[in-house]
């Protein structure tokens, strides 16, 4: 079921991205008069097509991609009547338009998705923490006390939840910041303290390291009832016939009256058969179930398969439920592509330099991954995952290597300057150039996917 999801997921983001970009080409040509002959999303076969006035419009095989076809001298015969309306015959002004909307649309689509992620409400939980771990920079930092604390800001930016701390903490990595200034909130007495977290001990080409957790934050833990709610599929809970409702009672003896104790229990026992007892609909029952083993860092933790059922009166003081007007939306989602983009743009810098390892390429495996599990989460993960692709699809594409849109426009540069087409032998070459680029990125991103699968 995890595949269909990602299959069906990765279908869905790919199928609106792509139409949104060839949209922007198909748009910006119909604008300046140019005949468009095919609007494709997908590439090989048709699987549907429709014929409209002058265009055809069609959903094809394999779902990578798209294209607009224009009528071009370059591409085969022109009819005499359609001359004029031939995409190589418009000024360099009119072509660059015409390629440089595909991504803009991107760009700006992300910028929409974003401000509806803002209308509906960013919601999560709140970063609130006791005691931080010891021998932590931020046990350090803080004074050797029972406070709980809350993060208020992070370098400056409004932080609403443990997330948007861990991208914090990301965008300082990503722009070389050695401290990330924090703003917390003594939640006993009200008082606001600012301090500075040394960031050294991070690595940015770790990717088992979690940062918070070595920083020295430890989430506050929530008495939670331990009773399951969601199952995993083909897990050790499904496997052992538990079912959504069952309240834990003990694991191997070990009373569990929260849900962490649960969480504990199972972690300390990977891939060992233990003795759960719940009670279920009044009556206690006891089952044995085979815990499984997943990798965290060097070691393997214990894994049952089950989601907490969440008491929403209970959880309600910890949940973070952000909304705001049309115009801060807009705003913010501005803010957000920009701070996206800088992070986009910084970390190909590294990469090139060497700084940052390729092993942070992600390729449509992970894509695909991502997509499965944001349809289930819910409305805002598919939604923000939509437009940080979008934002990616964009940027990606105005890298200035021939066959992406970004060379076609960095061939149309030199034109303007040198007031004629480059010589269409250098563009043969840089589109062998450009195509063997594209083509290892590709391989290369697909090796990661499978790396990251097999690693777990």
């Keep these: 079921m995890t595949v269909l999801w990602s299959l069906l997921g990765?279908?869905?983001?790919?199928?609106?991205?792509?139409?949104?970009?060839e949209w922007g080409h198909f748009q910006a040509a119909r604008f300046f008069n140019i005949k468009v002959v095919r609007f494709s999303i997908g590439f090989g076969p048709a699987l549907w097509r429709k014929q409209g006035v002058e265009t055809e419009y069609r959903i094809a095989l394999i779902p990578l991609g798209g294209y607009v076809k224009f009528v071009d001298e370059a591409e085969g015969p022109v009819e005499q009547a359609d001359l004029a309306r031939a995409f190589n015959r418009q000024s360099v002004?009119?072509?660059?338009?015409?390629?440089?909307?595909g991504p803009l649309i991107n760009l700006i689509f992300a910028w929409l998705v974003f401000t509806a992620v803002y209308i509906i409400g960013v919601s999560g939980?709140?970063?609130i923490f006791n005691q931080p771990i010891a021998n932590t920079v931020l046990s350090e930092a803080l004074p050797d006390n029972q406070q709980s604390w809350l993060v208020l800001q992070a370098n400056q930016q409004p932080v609403h939840t443990w997330h948007e701390l861990n991208q914090a903490v990301l965008a300082a990595l990503v722009d070389d910041t050695t401290h990330l200034r924090l703003q917390l909130e003594d939640l006993q007495t009200a008082e606001l303290v600012q301090i500075d977290v040394p960031l050294s001990s991070l690595d940015m080409n770790n990717n088992k390291q979690n940062w918070l957790s070595i920083l020295g934050f430890k989430p506050v833990e929530i008495d939670v009832a331990p009773v399951i709610g969601h199952i995993a599929e083909e897990g050790p809970a499904a496997q052992a016939d538990l079912q959504s409702g069952d309240l834990i009672l003990s694991i191997d003896g070990v009373s569990t009256a929260t849900w962490q104790d649960v969480v504990n229990t199972v972690r300390s026992r990977a891939n060992k058969s233990v003795e759960l007892v719940v009670a279920r609909h009044g009556q206690t029952q006891t089952t044995q179930v085979n815990l499984a083993g997943q990798k965290n860092g060097n070691d393997s933790v214990g894994y049952l398969g089950v989601g907490v059922k969440v008491d929403e009166d209970a959880m309600a003081p910890f949940i973070a439920q952000v909304r705001y007007p049309l115009l801060s939306a807009m705003r913010l989602g501005f803010d957000k592509c920009i701070d996206l983009t800088n992070m986009t743009v910084q970390m190909l810098k590294k990469m090139i330099m060497g700084d940052v390892g390729l092993e942070h390429l992600s390729g449509p495996v992970s894509i695909a991954q991502f997509s499965g599990q944001a349809l289930q989460?819910?409305?805002i993960s598919f939604l923000g995952l939509l437009g940080l692709l979008s934002l990616s699809l964009g940027i990606l594409n105005l890298l200035p290597i021939p066959v992406l849109d970004g060379g076609h426009l960095l061939y149309y540069v030199i034109e303007m300057v040198k007031g004629s087409p480059l010589d269409e032998r250098a563009m043969a070459i840089g589109q062998q150039i450009g195509l063997v680029l594209i083509l290892g990125l590709t391989i290369l991103a697909l090796t990661n996917d499978i790396l990251r699968?097999?690693?777990g």
């Design 453 to 455: 699968i097999t690693n």
């Design 93 to 101: 002004y009119k072509r660059f338009v015409v390629v440089a909307a």
């Design 377 to 379: 989460t819910g409305l």
């Design 10 to 21: 990765f279908v869905i983001v790919i199928g609106i991205l792509v139409t949104i970009h």
């Design 125 to 127: 939980l709140k970063p």
